[in-house]
């Protein structure tokens, strides 16, 4: 009945004076608990589907949702309500709206999910990662949350597309804490991907993710911290991620460029540098939403454009931004899959997919053996990002002093701080690995729109600033 009502959506709102219009018909179904300490704190279901009309009259944008609909009568009146809002705005805006042109797809795409996910199966895999995460004697607290999302997503426009897309997320998210003589430290991990129970079992078990927080918690209750220089680190996948999302990904985003994000979310320091070199010949970004069981897997955007893969940084040189129809006509480019919104409640927004760096050709064993003083940095922790995403610190889980290509000490409550530019003309290694790590929490707009998505790369090398909290 949802695909009905967007379909009518559409032509009501062009029978009320609407240009162009869009309908998102979504319907989405969550399972999930928390467990600490071997006990379920709550288990959470929900269940949720509506519309969101959004429509393009006068050169302007409207937009209405709806949720739980129930007759027609109240999506011809939503419809009319878009139209009028877009009518309203449209008499204050001095530039008008253009979209460029896209192909207008008919599609149903269901994507893999290779075993369903059931609340007693997450619950046993959750109780035995608790009990390995306890089983050290200086952990005081496990924290354990995994949920199942199923979503189906139906598009219609006016220009005739009409597609379906329907996928279903598993997301664990585990923390180990211990705790001993004052000193506390926590080791945390996200996993999990689009599909099934697929993406925490078997190759992705979550046991041997519970083992490694454990003992890396317990690790550093003994670690030293890191005095403050400049040098040379070396970044693990899980790190780069974080650096990847923070630093790359949304200062690449057009309505960023454009300045539209400014009061908001920031901008991007490099407006304007389209063909300019950013960085050296290692830095090399993508963009690539089809990119199967990643977060940011998706085969079309929210404005029904089909998913490629896009270059953003080639050999330093800032190549491309990430497009929607709108940005794309005054960019005078391409849209290019960017569009996206966490639900249909909310407008689209230009959105990263999956942006990571592109790997390289070393050893990532090999990276750190020529570095006579610098730090091996792993995984990400809690950003600190300026307006135009030009000065950057990210703190990191924890850290090992590099001598004489030597690794050495455990290192804790490590930041790491760096300018974009310099930062990236130092990057002189990426690994010939490559990983991708779910982002489950990335925040922009407003509203508030949380979206996930994929972030990653290699190893990688360069040269940054580097201290430990207090130091």
């Not at 600190?384 to 703190?395: A, P, Q, V």
């Amino acid at each position: 009945m949802l695909q009905d009502y967007a379909d009518k959506a559409v032509q009501f709102a062009l029978e009320h004076g609407a240009q162009y219009c869009d309908v998102r018909a979504e319907a989405v179904t969550s399972d999930g608990f928390v467990l600490e300490n071997g006990e379920i704190e709550h288990f959470a279901s929900t269940n949720d589907h509506g519309l969101g009309i959004r429509v393009l009259a006068s050169g302007a944008w409207g937009f209405y949702s709806i949720s739980d609909p129930q007759s027609m009568n109240e999506i011809k009146a939503s419809a009319q309500e878009a139209v009028k809002s877009a009518t309203h705005y449209a008499a204050l805006k001095k530039q008008k709206i253009k979209l460029a042109e896209t192909r207008a797809f008919v599609d149903k795409v269901d994507f893999a999910c290779a075993i369903k996910p059931t609340i007693k199966e997450m619950t046993e895999i959750a109780f035995r990662c608790d009990k390995i995460i306890r089983s050290r004697k200086t952990i005081n607290k496990s924290s354990i949350s995994i949920h199942h999302d199923s979503f189906s997503k139906y598009f219609v426009n006016s220009d005739g597309a009409k597609i379906s897309q329907n996928f279903d997320d598993v997301i664990a998210n585990l923390s180990a804490t211990a705790h001993q003589s004052g000193v506390t430290q926590s080791v945390s991990s996200t996993e999990g991907g689009r599909g099934g129970m697929e993406m925490i079992t078997g190759k992705n078990d979550l046991a041997l993710v519970a083992e490694s927080i454990s003992q890396k918690a317990t690790e550093l209750i003994d670690a030293k911290g890191a005095k403050e220089e400049k040098a040379t680190v070396v970044m693990n996948p899980d790190f780069v991620a974080l650096l990847a999302h923070e630093i790359l990904g949304h200062p690449s985003e057009a309505d960023r460029v454009l300045g539209k994000e400014m009061a908001w979310a920031g901008g991007a320091w490099w407006a304007g540098k389209l063909g300019s070199k950013i960085g050296s010949a290692e830095l090399n970004v993508i963009d690539d939403p089809t990119i199967p069981s990643t977060l940011g897997w998706y085969k079309y955007d929210d404005e029904g454009v089909i998913a490629t893969k896009k270059s953003l940084i080639e050999n330093g040189i800032l190549s491309g931004h990430m497009q929607s129809r709108e940005t794309a006509s005054i960019f005078n480019s391409s849209p290019n899959s960017s569009m996206r919104a966490t639900g249909y409640a909310f407008m689209p927004l230009v959105r990263m997919a999956c942006t990571c760096i592109a790997p390289g050709d070393w050893n990532p064993q090999e990276m750190f053996k020529d570095v006579k003083n610098g730090y091996l940095i792993y995984n990400m922790k809690v950003p600190s990002i300026d307006m135009m995403r030009y000065n950057w610190s990210i703190s990191c889980q924890y850290a090992q002093k590099i001598e004489n290509g030597e690794l050495k000490e455990l290192l804790r409550d490590v930041i790491v701080m760096g300018v974009a530019p310099e930062f990236f003309n130092s990057i002189d290694a990426r690994g010939n690995d490559f990983t991708i790590r779910p982002i489950t929490n990335c925040g922009k707009g407003d509203p508030m729109q949380i979206m996930r998505m994929g972030n990653g790369g290699p190893h990688i090398r360069g040269v940054a600033t580097v201290k430990s909290v207090g130091a």
